[in-house]
């Protein structure tokens, strides 16, 4: 048996998301030696804050046979992983400890986390004892910033945890900046409270406070917070014209497009591990302010590709805003991630 054969069981598209989209495109650089299995039904629909497509079709390399109700499904993937010399877990929420395990301890193989969030954003029961049911069954992990590292080891400590940068989701190509002024600043995907949208919002109002011609756009499929807040924070902050809220989901064509567009992108999260946003901005030459928080920081080279903000409120997003409207040209989104490498990692070459 050849020892790169290896199996991915994660959400891939149709599914929504920057885990379906890695997965996807680290399954394209593992190669023909690789298979997928992926989510028929992933949630409860009361657990699912965005829109979940109900039509899947197997492809030559994914299969979508798994459904959270059905263990049955669970049992059957872990018989077809033991075909496989090593299965990989995308690993993002304890929902998906059971499942995962099972399949684990049924395939007899060598078992991969492939960490994106150790533990959820927003808080949920059990969710640490969950998460290392998980991790007590796995070999070892493959995390893409240092910071996801250190928090598997807190809670696995001896496993080994190989790190490579995370590349861009999809292909986008970089792109000259449009005309100016306004400096258009972008807040893009999924809109969820812990991203800050209305952080954005109050770091805009500050920005024109202090004579700077700037407008916010906050495109994305909202998720336990709804648009009309921001609408009325806008207007509180006398902005409302400055600020577009779209509540959709980004498509890749229009996630690119959008990019081509806007000036600067903005992700003033309360709380991180790492983000597939910041690898699309770099890739399109559009510089990224971030706040210091999880593996945030480790992504941004701050003066090449972006500034990273003194710290998560909206006056220290503002300042790192400012910074950047007064030298935009100045950046040079220097990067050399590559999802070869995530699959070396994941190949234990």
């Known amino acids: 048996m050849p020892s790169t054969r290896l199996l991915l069981v994660s959400p891939f598209p149709p599914d929504q998301g920057g885990i379906a989209q890695s997965s996807a495109a680290v399954l394209d650089a593992l190669g023909k030696n690789a298979h997928g299995v992926g ?37 059957a993937a872990g018989i077809q992983a033991r075909g496989f010399s090593t299965v ?16 684990a301890s049924i395939s007899r193989t060598e078992t991969v986390a492939f960490v994106h969030n150790i533990e959820p954003h927003e808080t949920a029961p059990f ?40 590349p861009p989701n999809v292909d986008i190509e970089p792109a000259s900046m449009p005309p100016h002024p306004p400096i258009r600043i972008l807040h893009p995907g999924f809109v969820r409270p812990y991203k800050g949208a209305d952080i954005a919002v109050r770091a ?13 756009l906050v495109r994305g499929e909202f998720w336990g917070v709804g648009p009309r807040e921001l609408k009325r924070l806008a ?8 600020v577009t809220i779209t509540d ?21 999260y309360r709380s991180a591990t790492q983000s597939g946003l910041v690898p699309l901005a770099t890739a399109s ?39 950047v409207v007064g030298d935009l040209d100045g950046f040079t989104y220097a990067t050399t991630a590559s999802w070869d490498d995530i699959a070396a990692k994941l190949r234990n070459q």
Not at 235 to 242: A, D, Y
Not at 251 to 268: G, R, T
């Open 248 to 268: 959709e989901y980004v498509s890749d064509a229009d996630m690119s497009l959008m990019l081509q567009e806007c000036h600067i992108v903005v992700l003033p």
């Open 285 to 323: 030459h559009r510089p990224v302010v971030v706040t210091p928080v999880g593996g945030l920081p480790e992504q941004v080279q701050s003066g090449i590709s972006g500034v990273i903000a003194s710290d998560t409120d909206p006056a220290s997003v503002a300042t790192a805003l400012e910074s």
């Open 88 to 103: 990989a877990f995308a690993w993002v929420t304890p929902f998906d400890a059971v499942p995962y395990r099972l399949i």
């Open 204 to 216: 805009l109002g500050e920005l024109r406070a202090s004579g700077v011609d700037a407008e916010l």
């Open 39 to 75: 989510w028929k039904r992933h949630y409860p629909g009361f657990l699912h804050g965005g829109n979940q497509p109900r039509k899947r079709r197997n492809g030559d390399n994914v299969s979508f046979s798994l459904t959270w109700y059905n263990p049955f499904s669970w049992i």
């Open 235 to 242: 207007q509180e902050l006398g902005i409302p014209g400055s």
């Open 127 to 166: 969710s640490r004892v969950l998460t290392r049911l998980f991790l007590n069954g796995c070999d070892r992990a493959v995390a893409m910033t240092n910071d996801v590292a250190a928090a598997v080891h807190k809670l696995r400590p001896g496993l080994r945890v190989d790190v490579s940068p995370h």
